[in-house]
């Protein structure tokens, strides 16, 4: 047998290893964070919400996660859903080490868990991050979850997109953005969603479509502008 083979198959090697990557790239992200300026471009509506520190469900992609560094300024105020696959164990670790309080769970794993945490940190004035298109995609359509967590905890939804002046997009299904050292990045958050309780299939369906074209275009506005001043 290779050692390599061997090592894979330790627990406590692979814990180290995970817990070792988690802090370096936490490290590395804070500094990351501190090298470029963020433009906000925020609603009126939801400019009252966040003016007033009231909790919200911050809707983005699942490629776009490098907005949380700065979706606020407060991150022991934030609740993020990350799932239970191995790259979540890795990225829970990462998001706790920077501050942020971590749900569990995602459709395919243990998600009724995932969402009573989230209700719970709903319920102490946590407001919620989750990524509407993961953890598997297909790309920018929100999944219904997400409708069924502002109906439950009466939370606004806030369509959320960020996109950097000069960026790397990966390979993977949800083409994660990654921005260049430096490079300004700008925020927008759109109106609020209000979901109201007791909906239909239907009508959580309609909801759901409004909130995949309200992203769509705020997506589409803020790249062909970005895309415009970076030449």
């Given at each position: 047998m290779k050692l390599k083979q061997i090592i894979g198959n330790?627990?406590?090697?692979?814990?180290?290893?995970?817990?070792?990557?988690?802090s370096i790239c936490a490290a590395g992200a804070g500094f990351f964070?501190?090298?470029?300026?963020v433009t906000k471009i925020i609603s009126p509506a939801a400019r009252e919400y966040l003016a007033a520190s009231k909790p919200v469900i911050y809707a983005l992609y699942h490629g776009r996660l490098i907005g949380m560094l700065h979706i606020v300024d407060q991150r022991e105020k934030v609740t993020a859903l990350i799932s239970r696959?191995?790259?979540g164990e890795f990225l829970s670790r990462m998001a706790q080490k920077m501050g942020y309080h971590i749900a569990r769970g995602s459709p395919a794993y243990k998600a009724v868990e995932g969402a009573k945490q989230l209700i719970d940190a709903a319920r102490r004035g946590q407001s919620l991050v989750i990524a509407v298109d993961g953890?598997?995609?297909?790309?920018?359509?929100?999944?219904?979850g997400v409708i069924r967590m502002a109906e439950i905890t009466g939370l606004p939804l806030l369509p959320f997109v960020c996109r950097?002046?000069?960026?790397?997009?990966?390979?993977?299904?949800?083409?994660?953005?990654?921005?260049?050292?430096?490079?300004?990045i700008t925020y927008v958050i759109g109106e609020p969603i209000?979901?109201?309780?007791?909906?239909?299939?239907?009508?959580?369906?309609?909801?759901?479509?409004?909130?995949?074209?309200?992203?769509?275009?705020?997506?589409?506005?803020?790249?062909?502008?970005?895309?415009?001043?970076?030449?």
């Open positions: 330790v627990p406590w090697l692979d814990e180290f290893r995970t817990e070792t990557l988690a964070d501190q090298s470029f300026a696959s191995r790259d953890p598997r995609g297909p790309i920018y359509e929100p999944k219904e950097g002046k000069k960026n790397h997009f990966f390979s993977g299904w949800d083409k994660m953005m990654g921005s260049y050292f430096g490079s300004p209000f979901v109201p309780a007791k909906l239909t299939d239907a009508q959580r369906e309609n909801h759901r479509q409004q909130l995949a074209d309200n992203m769509c275009w705020l997506r589409e506005s803020l790249d062909k502008y970005m895309l415009s001043v970076a030449k």
